[in-house]
């Protein structure tokens, strides 16, 4: 069991569609991330959030939005996406950017772009 | 900036033989290792993490790992697997924090009856 959730799962957007991610983490960790996992790609990391305040942007499009309301949430809004945005969205958490602290991952939505 | 390479994109073996998986990383400076599992339609876990001390680290389901700074090799063992350690594994390198940890693309080790 995760103390990272991430809703929804699977998604499914058309191109000119509106849409978000949701990531909750429970365990009292101050820094949050997203990466993206592509096939045969490593993983790469979009944002970073460290007490609510974006630390890193990883040369993302806009069309990736991010928002960290709190310690404990954060969103990705996608709009007007490519059928390349295609990818498991993974989210994480660590106690914070430390370089001691391992990370906690959910187990991600799966996102299809049509 | 840091690189690491896993050398072995897939990996087959037979359900209780010993595996080894390989990983190399490109600095010679402090670093901070890690090796992370995903099972199928999950995310990834903490499988196991050098950071100071032991070369030797053990992680959980029986996973070891060594440290060697002269070769900056972090190669993952598991002396007998079962059908249940089919996954895919990732190496990641960090010497600046966790937001700078770098990944391997992964290796996918298959157990075979």
């Known amino acids: 069991e995760t103390g990272v959730t991430q809703t929804p799962r699977h998604l499914v957007m058309g191109m000119t569609n509106k849409k978000s991610l949701k990531c909750e983490q429970h365990?009292?960790?101050?820094?949050m991330y997203w990466y993206k996992q592509s096939a045969k790609k490593p993983l790469e990391l979009m944002f970073v959030?460290?007490?609510?305040?974006?630390?890193e942007n990883n040369s993302v499009p806009s069309r990736f939005s991010p928002e960290c309301p709190n310690s404990s949430h954060l969103f990705l809004h996608l709009h007007t996406l490519q059928p390349e945005d295609s990818a498991l969205y993974l989210c994480a958490s660590s106690q914070d950017r430390d370089r001691h602290s391992p990370l906690h991952f959910g187990n991600g939505t799966r996102l299809t772009v049509t | 900036a840091q690189s690491v390479t896993q050398l072995d994109s897939q990996v087959p073996v037979f359900e209780e033989a010993p595996v080894e998986l390989r990983c190399n990383y490109s600095?010679?400076?402090?670093?901070?290792l890690f090796w992370y599992v995903q099972y199928p339609n999950q995310g990834l876990q903490l499988l196991l993490k050098?950071?100071?001390?032991?070369?030797l680290v053990k992680g959980i389901n029986g996973f070891e790992a060594e440290f060697n700074k002269s070769q900056t090799s972090f190669h993952l063992r598991k002396p007998s697997v079962h059908i249940s350690d089919t996954a895919e594994y990732f190496c990641?390198?960090?010497?600046?924090?966790?937001?700078?940890?770098?990944f391997g693309q992964g290796t996918r080790l298959t157990i075979n009856p």
């Open positions: 600095s010679s400076v402090s670093v901070y």
């Open positions: 959030y460290n007490f609510k305040e974006q630390t």
């Open positions: 365990l009292g960790h101050n820094a």
């Open positions: 050098y950071l100071s001390g032991s070369t």
């Open positions: 990641a390198v960090s010497d600046q924090g966790a937001q700078k940890l770098v």
